[in-house]
């Protein structure tokens, strides 16, 4: 299975790790590729440490676990860098996007990971382009920018269609997670 891409998601309940995650594996498997999406947590508490999962691949997934050693780490809050270790199981050449208002330098040492570190604002695009707070959107277009899981492009096309989907009672906000995306995409540094 040398396909098999493992993403973790670090995030706080009520950020939206959980529905990044599915949204994610839903693009990709519209492009053909074969997914696993789901979330961990305990009690569901707003405010409480979460994790969700993304496994995605060119080959049949036979494996039906948490994800321990991810290729792909995406933390929504910056608070959880002092509390959780984001890095746990990650290998040397891994990949950590993370919502901050630090530059990359700063994480780097933050977290003494001499991997792939991509920073974006998350918070700030969210409010500027949704109005509101919320980080999982534009984590996944900064998640695309840091990676090669998708074609950028198609990617928002098909995300555009799971929106439609998941805000069909408020349209408005189609657009303005769609334009929160491609900002993180231009924003996220490295």
């Keep these: 299975m040398a396909s ?5 998601w670090h995030g706080r309940g009520g950020q939206g790790a959980k529905t990044a995650s599915i949204l994610l594996g839903k693009v990709a498997a519209k492009t ?3 997914i696993q999406a789901f979330p961990e947590y305990g009690p569901e508490r707003m405010g409480a440490p979460v994790l969700a999962y993304n496994r995605i691949s060119e080959d049949d997934i036979t494996v039906h676990c948490q994800v321990t050693d991810p290729g792909i780490v995406t933390v929504l809050d910056p608070t959880l860098l002092n509390v959780v270790d984001v890095t746990d199981g990650v290998p040397e050449d891994g990949t950590l996007v993370v919502n901050s208002e630090e ?10 990971f001499d991997g792939d570190i991509w920073v974006l604002d998350a918070y700030g695009v969210a409010n500027k382009e949704i109005g509101r707070p919320f980080p999982n959107t534009p984590m996944l277009g900064a998640l695309m920018q840091a990676t090669d899981l998708l074609p950028f492009e198609n990617f928002v096309k098909q995300i555009k269609v799971e929106l439609e989907k998941k805000f069909a009672h408020k349209p408005e906000m189609i657009d303005k997670n ?10 996220v540094a490295k």
């Excluded at 098999?4 to 973790?8: A, K, P």
């Excluded at 769609?178 to 924003?187: D, L």
Aim: proline share 0%; net charge positive; aromatic share 4%.
């Design 178 to 187: 769609v334009a929160a995306i491609k900002r993180a995409y231009k924003e």
């Design 103 to 112: 530059d990359v330098a700063t994480i780097k040492e933050q977290l003494e």
């Design 32 to 34: 053909g590729k074969h």
């Design 4 to 8: 098999l891409t493992e993403i973790r």
